[in-house]
């Protein structure tokens, strides 16, 4: 099955700086979306790719998939004391996601 | 509009007992699912269901059984827990084909098996 993977597992920044996490996966995908989940809390979407676009934008939020080599990007600029939580990829395809182990940010103020 | 909603928010259970968990959603979503989520392991699919009376087995459905009656509601089993059942579980709709659009979580029921 499809199963996204993001690294580096852990990252820690300063407010202000940008985090940046990578997630590749293996089979074809439809789409591959990103969440973030807050500690003690469920996941919460925060954007998705289709397997036709290359760059999607959100915000404070850059995402980058490269179909050719099964990988994706997650951007995020300016970073807040409130971006820190576990982030997440997913890719989708058939009638589910498939999630990765996730990617643990701590954004220090 | 409440979103999804999860029932209980914990639970701690001798194992061998048996709970249901209830998942109910108000945006009318064709898709629900049942996930678990353990230290290091991301999110894993339990049961999930594509409409009202149907149900479909995920990446780990041994020990649990579902049910989807009305289709704002998902309950998921546990017909004799263990131990390893222990976990996070979080319930989920969408609109479509998830592959086409966003998953929205509930808050998840932390349950401990003893």
């Known amino acids: 099955s499809q199963q996204g993977e993001e690294d580096p597992q852990a990252l820690s920044i300063q407010e202000g700086e940008n985090a940046t996490m990578n997630c590749s996966y293996k089979?074809?995908?439809?789409?591959l979306q990103w969440y973030r989940q807050n500690s003690g809390r469920g996941l919460v979407h925060l954007i998705l790719?289709?397997?036709?676009?290359r760059e999607k934008h959100s915000g404070r939020l850059r995402v980058t998939l490269d179909t050719s080599k099964k990988s994706s990007s997650l951007l995020i600029t300016a970073s807040r004391a409130a971006d820190t939580a576990s982030y997440f990829c997913a890719t989708g395809g058939n009638n589910r996601l498939a999630f990765g182990k996730g990617n643990q940010v701590v954004v220090i103020p | 509009n409440a979103g999804v909603t999860q029932t209980p928010k914990f639970r701690v259970l001798k194992t061998g007992q048996s709970m249901t968990l209830l998942c109910a959603q108000d945006?009318?979503?064709?898709?629900m699912y049942w996930y678990r989520q353990d230290p290091g392991m991301g999110l894993r699919l339990i049961h999930y269901?594509?409409?009202?009376?149907?149900?479909a087995k995920g990446e780990v459905p041994d020990g649990y059984n579902v049910s989807r009656l009305k289709k704002q509601n998902f309950l998921l089993g546990l017909e004799s827990a263990a131990p390893s059942q222990t976990s996070v579980y979080f319930c989920?709709?969408?609109?479509?084909?998830?592959?086409?659009?966003?998953?929205?979580f509930g808050p998840g029921t932390r349950l401990t098996v003893l």
């Open positions: 945006m009318n979503h064709e898709y």
């Open positions: 790719i289709r397997s036709n676009e």
């Open positions: 989920a709709s969408s609109v479509t084909i998830p592959g086409d659009n966003e998953q929205f």
């Open positions: 269901s594509v409409g009202e009376g149907t149900t």
């Open positions: 089979t074809s995908i439809n789409n």
